[in-house]
């Protein structure tokens, strides 16, 4: 952890999430980290997990954890003594060039939020527990940026894309005006880090707040509880009617410490995207103490010291609370892993569905592991053997040039953004593999052609006068990203009117040429979020 000098310059780091911060809420800090352990009572009980967790709250936290346990300890890392409740996120690394992995340094802890949105909140009951974010995922298939929230409809309000939404990567610059939170949906590559991100990078994640009022867990930990529509606010989905406080989870992570180093930052679940970030929650708190605050502490200012019912304890109690590491993994370097991230972890790249490793006892992970495939996903995960890889075949989805953004100091890295299926025409359907059942039930299948798709990069700067209609365009040369070499099968659909297409060609086609557009803005705008300042 840093020093006072950078926490006192942290101050400035901020929660702007909620455009209606006028709701009552608190920051629950969590200066002490309880551990730094391959530990995950959740998902991974009575064993050991297999990725490296930041643990704060509880000091009986272990492989087998509910709320009577949690209780039982006499000290917690976090600021409020009656809770007790356990926050849990993966680590995050920086992969040296040699194969060695380097924990980043965590600064100021952890907050915890406690928003109240919604009406007759209810605290969380005894052995409650939920998971936020996929582990697995690799890839992001919203559009960027995210649209304003009023136009969030249909498939945009799903829980497959709130959930994706709920994360957020912070870039700290407190010399400028700060983003505002979930602003971002993955981890910026170094690079832009380095250029950046002067005082690191804010880890952020928004927990489900909607649940089903019976089931403390579920066979995903996840299903007993539902985004309402718009993430952090609006409605409940019907099943999941009662509302929970809204937690909101956010640490720093000093990776400006690396700027003159090769390698690559990943989570330690083997996630260089940062689409697979996570975190777990385990309520431990005293029965009856919640839900008075809750109830009665409606200060819109934060500050956990507006709230009068809670006792609370300094910075130096937090840090002394330790977990106990058990025997098996007590001896493991997590903070400086030579041969790869701790546990039998593999970088994935994506954008597949990662396929990890599911043997939470195997040793630690060298970085020399060969591609497996997981049962819960039948495709290949992609990975590296160094902090060397190549770039995938990618493209930056389509941005409209009338918003104020700028969208490429946003980004960091286009290479993080979703996979684009290979272009096609209204007498083509692209496929891997050709088969009849890959064209449509009212097509018939006429022929099958390779065809080679080149995928290029041309940077497009948009300069917006003071009412932010586009005055004047600069464009870039065409840059060759990648290319990738498909079958595309030609159907014939039955229409009013039928127009003949002449033979497939024989050979390869002309490439079709992809042109990904990053538009930017000569204007220094940001995210219009109003920000509130917290104690990191």
Not at 200 to 220: A, H, M, Q, V, Y
Request: hydrophobic residues 35%; negative net charge; charged residues 20%.
């Amino acid at each position: 952890m840093l020093d006072s000098h950078r926490l006192t310059a942290a101050l400035v780091a901020s929660l702007t999430l909620f455009p209606g911060l006028s709701d009552a809420f608190w920051r629950l800090p969590c200066r002490g980290r309880a551990g730094v352990a391959r530990l995950d009572p959740i998902v991974d009980p009575n064993t050991i997990s297999n990725h490296v967790h930041v643990i704060h709250g509880s000091g009986s936290f272990g492989m087998d954890s509910n709320t009577e346990s949690l209780l039982d300890s006499d000290c917690t890392s976090c600021a409020v003594k009656q809770d007790k409740s356990a926050y849990w996120t993966p680590a995050l690394y920086f992969m040296h060039s040699n194969g060695s992995a380097e924990m980043v340094e965590q600064v100021g802890g952890m907050l915890a939020y406690y928003l109240q949105y919604g009406d007759n909140i209810k605290a969380f009951p005894d052995d409650f527990r939920m998971l936020a974010g996929d582990p697995y995922q690799r890839n992001f298939t919203w559009p960027v940026p995210d649209p304003p929230k009023s136009s969030w409809t249909g498939d945009a309000i799903s829980q497959a894309a709130l959930r994706q939404k709920a994360l957020g990567f912070n870039c700290l610059h407190y010399a400028s005006a700060p983003e505002g939170s979930l602003y971002r949906h993955f981890l910026p590559d170094k690079k832009f880090l380095d250029e950046h991100c002067t005082d690191g990078i804010r880890l952020e994640l928004l927990f489900p707040s909607c649940w089903n009022g019976k089931d403390t867990d579920s066979p995903d930990h996840r299903s007993h509880v539902a985004y309402p529509t718009l993430g952090n606010g609006g409605t409940c989905p019907k099943g999941f009617e009662t509302r929970l406080a809204t937690l909101f989870f956010e640490t720093i992570w000093n990776t400006y410490a690396f700027k003159d180093h090769d390698g690559y930052f990943t989570l330690a679940n083997g996630d260089p995207t940062g689409y697979g970030y996570h975190g777990d929650f385990m309520n431990g708190w005293e029965t009856g103490v919640l839900q008075k605050a809750l109830d009665t502490c409606t200060d819109p200012s934060g500050e956990v010291e507006a709230c009068g019912i809670f006792e609370l304890q300094d910075d130096s109690a937090q840090g002394k609370c330790q977990i106990d590491i058990p025997a098996a993994i007590a001896h493991e370097d997590v903070m400086m892993h030579e041969r790869g991230i701790p546990g039998p972890m593999e970088i994935s790249w994506g954008p597949e569905y990662a396929a990890m490793d599911m043997n939470p006892s195997g040793s630690s992970a060298s970085s020399g592991h060969s591609s497996k495939s997981s049962s819960s996903s039948s495709s290949t995960t992609t990975t590296t053997s160094s902090a060397e890889r190549s770039v995938p075949t990618i493209a930056v989805p389509a941005v409209s040039v009338g918003q104020t953004i700028d969208v490429s100091k946003m980004l960091g890295h286009a290479d993080a953004i979703k996979t684009v299926e290979p272009a096609t025409s209204a007498s083509t359907t692209a496929a891997a593999v050709v088969t009849s059942g890959s064209a449509p039930a009212s097509s018939v299948v006429v022929d099958a052609y390779p065809e080679m798709i080149i995928y290029v990069q041309q940077e497009m700067v948009v300069m917006l006068g003071d009412n932010g209609v586009p005055i004047a365009t600069t464009t870039g040369a065409l840059r060759t990203v990648s290319s990738t070499l498909t079958t595309a099968l030609e159907t014939s659909t039955v229409v009013a009117n039928v127009v003949k297409r002449e033979a497939a060609p024989p050979t390869l086609q002309e490439p079709d040429i992809q042109v990904e557009v990053l538009v930017g803005s000569a204007q220094n705008r940001h995210h219009g979020h109003i920000h509130k300042r917290h104690g990191h």
